[in-house]
């Protein structure tokens, strides 16, 4: 079973600031998704990575498959950053199922 | 933009009666997906399908869920007895291919009130 771990759980950063969140995993995997989901609920996908480093405007995600690590960052915050960022990963080797970490709340002040 | 739809965006029901939610995923996507969110907690897997049948399910995904493509278009979600645990938010998502390699888009979700 895979576990996955976020830090930090809560982020307060002031706009502009350059964010950093989390993940770990335990077992090996194909694929580690990261999504935000906003105060209404709904869920989009940010990325998906295999290996390495992807970038997406303001956004980037990079993944350590020995360290079994991801980081995702965000430069230049702003308050519309605000959301909760999760992390999750295919699962014991399936190709069917994500396993999802708590999430982080990030909240950028103006 | 093609986007998953689901319907409703509210279901209120009483413990104990069936419900069923409805989505709607993207035309070309080949592989669906049921999640779940209970109120403050993480987002939990329910159940992938592909090719009409379940391709993998959760411990949580018990007899008393079913998944069905009716048509083309929907994918559905029947929960057969509701309990008062099972209230949350569902989400529906889809991808072209399996998600270890492809990006999966999600709905809007449905929350489930059961009283």
């Known amino acids: 079973k895979n576990e996955v771990e976020q830090s930090p759980q809560n982020l307060t950063a002031q706009e502009g600031e350059f964010i950093t969140i989390n993940c770990s995993y335990s077992v090996g995997i194909s694929a580690l998704h990261w999504l935000q989901q906003h105060p209404g609920g709904g869920i989009v996908s940010l990325f998906m990575?295999?290996?390495g480093k992807k970038k997406h405007g303001r956004l980037i995600a990079t993944i350590n498959i020995q360290e079994k690590h991801s980081s995702l960052h965000i430069t230049a915050s702003h308050p519309r950053d605000s959301a909760v960022y999760i992390c999750a990963v295919n699962s014991g080797g399936s190709n069917y199922k994500l396993t999802f970490g708590k999430g982080t709340l990030l909240t950028v002040n103006p | 933009e093609p986007e998953v739809t689901q319907t409703p965006s509210h279901q209120v029901t009483q413990m104990g009666q069936e419900v069923i939610l409805r989505c709607v995923p993207i035309s070309n996507h080949l592989y669906f997906y049921w999640y779940r969110q209970i109120l403050g907690q993480k987002v939990e897997f329910l159940v992938s399908f592909y090719n009409n049948e379940i391709s993998e399910k959760s411990e949580i995904f018990d007899d008393q869920f079913s998944v069905e493509r009716p048509d083309g278009s929907n994918f559905t979600l029947k929960i057969r007895s509701t309990k008062l645990e099972d209230s949350a938010m569902y989400f529906c998502?889809?991808?072209?291919?399996?998600?270890?390699?492809?990006?999966?888009?999600f709905g809007p979700g449905t929350r489930l009130t059961v009283l």
């Open positions: 990575l295999s290996s």
């Open positions: 998502a889809s991808s072209v291919g399996a998600i270890a390699y492809n990006e999966q888009f």
